[in-house]
């Protein structure tokens, strides 16, 4: 495996690539580019520049996340094609600079959702916290409204309040597509991308949604292994595949998440991985913790046997982690906790290579 770690950029982000190149065995960076809107194409200049400011710190660039899905192309409206062209010069600049994975979503409207960027554990860190109860009564257009008074810690990336309009329209143009017709948009996304990505070689790698099910009566589908393996062969090559998002898929229970890597890994369909855990607290109430196995709900120890036994090659990235040590940062993608990951997974995969040796003697 080869451990990476997530980095906003020089303007975006409180944390350098001179930290991220201290921490134990992280070769390189998860990168994007934050001013170019969704839909247009990734400027070769600009790949380049940001290339070679991680290069000069001796890290790589070999995975983007993400190149985001304009919104039409998941609502499949005619002028998806323009968007989905735009898309394929954008794997083919970035196949030229160098990178090897692209991460990306197909949720509807919304990124990820949480209902507190900042709750507080009883030794003081700070962690992202989703209630269920809280979120489904809430009418999203009033969710963005709110956000202008700030009063309710929701985060929703791309959906300032001044966008409130468009946000309503595009409720209503949702309404005519259900799960059917979104893994339908999906294929035909798909159809449209990944021959160049063998071209490229590129490799997709869709996140899972978090939380993995509907929100706000739109429709979710990245959320199973059910969906997921009809996901895979929607197109069946190896360059459509996943990012195996552990905490997000594993917000339901009944998500197996060692067995769900075995499964699809051994399919040589995981491209990446996010690693983290959640601790469940009721039916659809959960929150974010440390990576350890002792401090959530999710066995660590087994997540990471499940990569050792498939021998995986790919990506891994710690994923969010808790706010601690005074730090300011965005929410869950702190130094301090993620770097205590990363530790945590090193020190777990030597333990897992070393005990099969010795068990192989
Ligand atoms: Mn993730």
Redesign the pocket.
Known sequence: MKITFRWFGEKDDSITLEQIRQIPAVTGVVGALYDVPVGDVWPMEKILSLKNSVKKEGLELEVIESVNIHEDIKLGLPSRDQYIENYRQCIRNLGKAGVRVICYNFMPVFDWLRSELAHKLPDGSEVLYYDHNVVKDIDPVKLVEDMATNSNGFALPGWEPERLAELKDTLEKYKSVDEEKLFENLKYFLDGIIPVCEEADVKMAI?PD?PPWSLFGLPRIVTCRENLDRLVKLVDSPYNGL?L?S??LGANPENNIPEIIRHFGGMGRIHFG?VRNVKFIGDRVFHETSHLSGDGSLDLFEIMKAYHDINFTGYIRP?HGRMIWSEKARPGYGLYDRALGIAYLNGLWEAIGKMKKLQSK
């Open positions: 996140h978090d990012t998002c905490g997000s996010h994923d």
